[in-house]
């Protein structure tokens, strides 16, 4: 059974395979866990739900639940903004990181979107459902 835990109590794994990388990578982890709860500040309105996967120490899937069953045009465009935001800076270079949107979904059935075998644990941002 996968874990969640809160975006702000969250820490970096320690890995010896980082070697020198460790501390940087642990700072830009921190920056984007930042940036994204000001992004789900941001786009509270658009979204239910929204979790990161962490998928490795330095892979992530940033997962934002609609408000509503019918495909939201505007939150796939700040998704995607989000995307391109995070892929072109230098802030972030070390993080393979991408997003996803899913449907408003009753009680904990969102998880059926999620590949939990290749999951580590979750990271909850924001839940208003």
């Known amino acids: 059974?996968?874990?969640?835990?809160?975006a702000m109590t969250w820490t970096l794994p320690t890995d010896t395979l980082w070697d020198g990388k460790a501390n940087t990578l642990g700072a830009q982890v921190d920056a984007l866990l930042k940036r994204l709860r000001k992004?789900?500040?941001e786009h509270s309105h658009l979204i239910s739900r929204a979790d990161v996967l962490v998928k490795a120490p330095d892979e992530f899937v940033f997962v934002a639940m609609q408000t509503d069953v019918p495909y939201d045009f505007?939150?796939?465009?700040?998704?995607?903004d989000?995307?391109?935001?995070v892929a072109?800076?230098?802030d972030y270079d070390l993080i393979e990181f991408d997003v996803g949107g899913i449907p408003l979904c009753p009680g904990a059935s969102e998880r059926a979107f999620y590949d939990r075998n290749n999951v580590i644990c979750i990271v909850n941002f924001?839940?208003?459902?």
């Open 1 to 6: 059974m996968l874990g969640t835990v809160d």
């Open 39 to 41: 992004w789900c500040n």
């Open 74 to 80: 505007d939150l796939a465009d700040a998704l995607t």
């Open 82 to 85: 989000l995307d391109l935001e």
């Open 88 to 90: 072109n800076s230098d």
């Open 126 to 129: 924001i839940d208003n459902a």
